[in-house]
């Protein structure tokens, strides 16, 4: 008796792990080119790095989430050690897959977090697709990267400038690209520790794929497009890592409200203690941004 009691639980118990393993592998369905971790449970909110970097840059800002959201964290393709994808259109590819990847999977109100690149990848497919965005948090990232170098560029007239950044990108060998990454880092952080996550992020990183998302952002303008955008859009600025070369809080707040004259819903807050990643620098300030955001949209949701 007490062995057919032992061999039902343990059949139960086998039961309950196989369904949990199926639900596990099937319940975020990917097909995308990027790498996704989906954590916790509740109203999506999906994370997306910037440039070079792993979805483990939202660490922190997902454990803080996680018990009253469903946090999928993406990891771009050729990022901090993915594998890469041939394309000549990085950004397209990326906006598409990740539209069909809230489609397959019948996410419902997404929330959009994206830090630099990623940031410019969520407003892009807000206005592309604002059907299945419910609010966007652009985390330093910007609709036209051309006009932080000159205000009256246009897509077309860039090309010639980042056509030539990317050859000079592809031209150096592993180490000469390696030896210069130090020092592209020190601007974008504050916190000596988060600063030799993001340079191995980035050493781990593969150089053509750089190259070519960052010829893209050089070229691709979609402030215009914002004026697509229906859900609230909350946008995270940083300014101090510019002081130097005369930056303010004021104009570095009037550029971002140039680049985003065509939005109709957005709020914009600058930090006066991080740099570019904000997530690492002054990680109080932004949820304490995010949270006050949320919860004042959904409440009138």
């Known amino acids: 008796m007490k062995r057919t009691q032992t061999t039902k639980t343990m059949k139960t118990i086998f039961t309950a792990i196989l369904f949990l393993a199926i639900s596990a592998t099937t319940f975020a369905k990917n097909n995308a080119p990027f790498k996704v971790e989906v954590s916790g449970k509740g109203q999506a909110m999906i994370f997306i790095p910037g440039l070079s970097s792993s979805g483990d ?14 946090c999928h964290v993406l990891t771009l393709p050729g990022f901090a050690g993915q594998p890469a994808m041939a394309t000549d259109s990085f950004l397209t590819t990326m906006r598409t897959s ?14 959009v977090v994206g830090h630099s690149l990623g940031g410019f990848l969520a407003l892009w497919i807000a206005s592309t697709n604002p059907e299945l965005i419910s609010l966007v948090i ?8 051309g006009a932080t170098m000159n205000p009256m560029a246009t897509a077309e007239s860039m090309k010639p400038m980042a056509e ?3 050859k000079g990108m592809l031209a150096q060998n592993p180490e000469q690209a390696k030896a210069i990454m130090p020092s592209m880092v020190t601007p974008l952080v504050n916190d000596s520790l988060s600063r030799l996550k993001v340079l191995e992020w980035m050493q781990a990183s593969n150089q053509a794929t ?12 979609i402030r215009n497009e914002l004026s697509n955008i229906k859900c609230p859009t909350l946008v995270l600025g940083a300014w101090i890592a510019y002081k130097s070369y005369g930056a303010t809080h004021e104009s570095v707040a009037g550029m971002y409200r140039g680049q985003l004259a065509k939005h109709g819903n957005y709020t914009l807050e600058l930090t006066d203690n991080g740099k570019h990643f904000i997530m690492f620098d002054d990680p109080k300030w932004m949820l304490a941004q995010m949270d006050t955001f949320i919860a004042k949209t959904n409440s009138k949701q």
Do not use: C, S
């Open 57 to 70: 840059v939202w660490n922190e800002t997902v454990a803080h989430y996680k018990q009253r959201y469903q």
């Open 98 to 111: 990740l539209a069909e990847y809230i489609i397959q999977n019948k996410l419902k109100k997404v929330i």
């Open 138 to 145: 652009d985390v330093d990232g910007l609709p036209f990267m």
């Open 210 to 221: 750089v190259a070519q998302a960052m010829y893209e952002l050089f070229t691709t303008d």
């Open 164 to 166: 030539n950044m990317r």
